[in-house]
């Protein structure tokens, strides 16, 4: 019976108008909306509407929270949710936002038993019993307003969300039947010849940090197929399938949807 309500509530805040002024907001700052067909921008504002209704979005380090703060990242969050059935990131409760990048002290392993005390910056930060995902604004809005570049904060916290949602953070979210046949096939050697190319210092399209574990190389790869979808197909083609498949969507067709791979 809750599911029902909860359904027939979000079925409800999709269905209404979009403010104009969040609209202007979304046409501003989110690159990759302009590049989508118009009933995939309408479906998108459908999940902002959700996600902004749903999430509590607070503001740290000083910062004062804004529509536009709150609409930029529920749009960008939302382009993950798209043709997928979707219970918008079930473990995730708040947002939190500091206008720049943050600090956080941490402790690590440095042998021997031994741990030391680090200060770490960050652009932002989630897990799964925080139930809460950090954010850095201007990181936000310069990953959000350039879509070709493979860099996007909002879209890589978020699919580490995703991640989380069958209960292990592996670089392997919830799939169906279908691509569990595939996924660990292609994925593993991908992620394995990562890590052997940052350990050479051979160039890579995918981004290097990707090699520290394979839920931050689910993440990276998840922000070059949205920012950079053809150079992806062009040079991983299986891993563009994959993600396709898994995301439903094809990126690559979209028009202006990143340059071809050249060289």
């Given at each position: ?14 269905a ?8 202007r ?45 709150r ?34 002290r ?38 959000a ?7 996007n ?10 991640d ?10 919830p ?17 394995e ?9 051979a ?19 998840t ?11 062009d040079?991983?083609a ?14 690559a ?11």
């Open positions: 019976m809750i599911e029902f309500f909860k359904s027939r509530r979000r079925a409800r805040l999709r209404l108008a979009f403010p104009a002024d969040w609209q907001i979304v046409d501003r700052n989110v690159a990759v909306f302009r590049r989508l067909p118009p009933e995939d921008q309408r479906e998108l504002l459908g999940h902002t509407q959700v996600l902004l209704a749903e999430k509590h979005f607070e503001g740290c380090g000083g910062l004062q929270l804004t529509d536009e703060i609409v930029t990242i529920a749009a960008g969050a939302s382009v993950l949710l798209l043709h997928r059935d979707t219970d918008y990131y079930p473990r995730l409760t708040s947002i939190l936002v500091y206008p720049g990048t943050y600090v956080v941490e402790e690590r392993p440095i042998g021997g038993g031994i741990w030391a005390d680090d200060d770490e910056a960050r652009l932002g930060h989630t897990a799964p019993q925080l139930g809460a995902l950090i954010l850095a604004w201007d990181a936000v809005l310069r990953g307003r350039s879509a070709d570049d493979g860099d904060v909002v879209f890589h916290e978020f699919a580490h969300q995703l989380f949602e069958d209960d292990n953070v592996d670089g392997t979210p799939l169906d039947s279908r691509l569990y046949r595939t996924w660990a096939s292609v994925l593993t050697p991908e992620y010849a990562l890590r052997h190319a940052r350990e050479s210092g160039p890579t399209l995918i981004n290097q940090y990707g090699a520290k574990n394979p839920a931050e190389f689910f993440a990276v790869i922000e070059l197929f949205f920012e950079r979808p053809r150079e992806l197909r040079r991983h299986a891993l563009y399938e994959e993600l396709r498949s898994f995301y439903c969507q094809d990126p067709s979209w028009q202006g949807g990143g340059a071809a791979a050249g060289g």
